[in-house]
């Protein structure tokens, strides 16, 4: 199975246990991370030590990042796709999700209707693919959702062939597939902002309500900073692999000081001068992200011009440390081979 269908498997799994009714994950503690579901912690075997893996980090705490949406009012606002999503009436967030993968993949929430027994039993999943990180051969919205669709598994029957449409003043890839052996049904809608390949997936096993769920996507805002006709003052414009080549003209390494050889993806704002302001870190060790920040901090550029003035530049790095020496890997998918 691809890491595109493992992915989407167990976001099938993760969108539709709660939703039905049958036995939900556990719930997870605030400051642990480990299921509680209302009992005393397991208590660790004499000796055990607990390891924080590799977790998503920023430069400050004001800039937005795409897992930093939240819902208040029953409206889930997203800050760094600049949208926000009226919820049906009576809806709820199930889940934030979890922090992204080194391959640039979030779940960003999962909504369901807060009384399934009294509403439609429906979820939907919001998820962003960074296209800077993705290992899967696809460039854009378009190219993911010929893939997801060239990739269900047998036990999947196409609905609706990909197709183009506008949502909320938007352009949207839209196709949708069901499984006889379960009568679930799924609309997948996917759009692109910022490099990101943003999917609202809805499913239920009653297609007549799976429509009446598209339909509220009517009601989604995007500000101006988030269509394509934006100025460039409005966010920064998004460059795969501009941290490449001629385009930096000062670098310095990172110093590791432990041995560790997970990929460690970012994304960095280029400033007009050509320093970097800010850095996001998908996935790293803390001492991982403060050796590139260190580095970074050194690093200098060619300004990005747009029509002739500078602007800043939004652009993705992929640091792989191998035994014995340390690369800096533009290439997302020979980072992770």
Known sequence: ????????AGLVIYASLPAWGQTAVAPLSQSTGFSTNGQPPTRLPEGAILVKGPW?????SETPVPEGGSLANGVYTNRYFALSFPLPADWRQKSAGPPPSDSGSYVLTLLRPADISKGARASILVTAQDMFFTPLPVANALDLINYSK?????DYKLELEPTQTKIAGRSFTSFAYWSPSTELHWRVLAT???CHTLEFLFMSRDPKTLDSLVQEMNKLIFPAAASPAAGAEAVPVCVKNYATGENVTERVDPSFTEHKYNPVPLRIIIDKQGKVRYIHFLSAFPDQANAITDALAHWKFRPYLRDGKPVEVETGIMFARAPHHITMLSDSASALH
Do not use: G, V, Y
């Open 192 to 194: 692109e902002i910022r």
């Open 56 to 60: 998503s980090s920023a430069s400050d």
């Open 150 to 154: 060239s990739h269900l598994q047998a």
């Open 1 to 8: 199975m691809t890491a595109f269908l493992r992915l989407l």
